[in-house]
């Protein structure tokens, strides 16, 4: 099995809404990453989690919780977005964190916040 | 900061070669990858080369590295209809705390 799995494909919230966005990889990966890409543009790194512990946090507002209940799986939570949060987000996952690292992605959840 | 650069466009005839570009200036990368990402689609790895190496082919990809002038490319022979879709390099380096930076990537647009 070498796919990383993401539910739901499409999400629409308003601003008061309070939603999660789930990501899940059973290739035994220690490290889980979440990216925002906004439409023709690179995907940008948000959360690094490495052995189920927060490692990089790329100064992302509060509205956005990250959470990794076990190393197959990661959360994202997501409370009082703004209308600008709308975007693909996507999950990743490597075998660790240094080294050459091929991340594998999921499909992503697309989002848009009304 | 580490900044990653792509030509924006690219248009090839089906069966043609076609050379995506991409210049980089952290000079202390360790990885640079190639990534495809289709429509409604996440990124899919393609190929990497560790930065000590000059070229690496994997199939009909060519990777070439010019460390010295900072210079990544990818050839794809015999391109397909399937090959149109964003392609993304990326650079990995100690500078950067080992997080990818990835250029804007370039759309590869195959026509028949």
Same mark, same amino acid.
């Given at each position: 099995? !070498?796919?990383?799995?993401? !539910?739901?494909?499409?999400?629409?919230?308003?601003? !008061?809404?309070?939603?999660? @966005?789930?990501?899940?990889?059973?290739?035994?990966?220690? /490290?889980?990453?979440?990216?925002?890409?906004? /439409?023709?543009?690179?995907?940008?790194?948000?959360?690094?989690?490495?052995?189920?512990?927060?490692?990089?946090?790329?100064?992302?507002?509060?509205?956005?919780?990250?959470?990794?209940?076990?190393?197959? @799986?990661?959360?994202?939570?997501?409370?009082?977005?703004?209308?600008?949060?709308? /975007? @693909?987000? @996507?999950? /990743?996952?490597?075998?660790?964190?240094?080294?050459?690292?091929?991340?594998?992605?999921?499909?992503? !959840?697309?989002?848009?916040?009304? | 900061?580490?900044?990653? &650069?792509? $030509?924006?466009?690219?248009?090839?005839? &089906?069966?043609?070669?076609?050379?995506? =570009?991409?210049?980089?200036?952290?000079?202390? $990368?360790?990885?640079?990858?190639?990534?495809?990402?289709?429509? +409604? *689609?996440? %990124?899919?790895?393609?190929?990497? #080369?560790?930065? =000590?190496?000059?070229?690496?082919?994997?199939?009909? %990809?060519?990777?070439?590295? =010019?460390?010295?002038?900072?210079? %990544?490319?990818?050839?794809?022979?015999?391109?397909?209809?399937?090959? $149109? *879709? #964003?392609?993304?390099?990326?650079?990995?380096? &100690? *500078?950067?705390? =080992?997080?990818?930076?990835?250029?804007? +990537?370039?759309?590869?647009?195959?026509?028949?």
């Amino acid at each position: 099995d !070498t796919e990383v799995t993401q !539910t739901p494909k499409h999400l629409v919230m308003g601003m !008061t809404n309070k939603k999660s @966005l789930k990501c899940e990889q059973h290739m035994g990966h220690r /490290a889980m990453y979440w990216y925002k890409q906004k /439409a023709k543009k690179p995907p940008e790194l948000m959360f690094v989690y490495s052995y189920e512990k927060l490692s990089i946090n790329e100064s992302v507002p509060s509205r956005f919780s990250p959470e990794c209940p076990n190393s197959s @799986l990661l959360n994202l939570h997501l409370h009082a977005l703004q209308p600008e949060d709308s /975007a @693909l987000y @996507l999950c /990743a996952s490597s075998q660790g964190f240094s080294g050459v690292e091929k991340l594998f992605f999921g499909s992503g !959840t697309q989002l848009s916040v009304l | 900061g580490e900044d990653v &650069e792509q $030509s924006l466009f690219l248009s090839v005839r &089906e069966g043609d070669s076609s050379v995506i =570009n991409c210049t980089y200036t952290d000079s202390s $990368s360790t990885y640079l990858y190639w990534y495809k990402q289709e429509p +409604g *689609a996440g %990124l899919q790895l393609l190929t990497y #080369i560790f930065s =000590n190496m000059d070229m690496k082919q994997d199939q009909r %990809l060519t990777v070439l590295l =010019n460390k010295k002038d900072k210079h %990544l490319s990818l050839r794809i022979a015999d391109t397909q209809t399937g090959d $149109s *879709a #964003i392609y993304f390099c990326a650079e990995k380096s &100690e *500078a950067a705390g =080992n997080k990818l930076t990835f250029g804007g +990537g370039t759309r590869v647009l195959v026509k028949p």
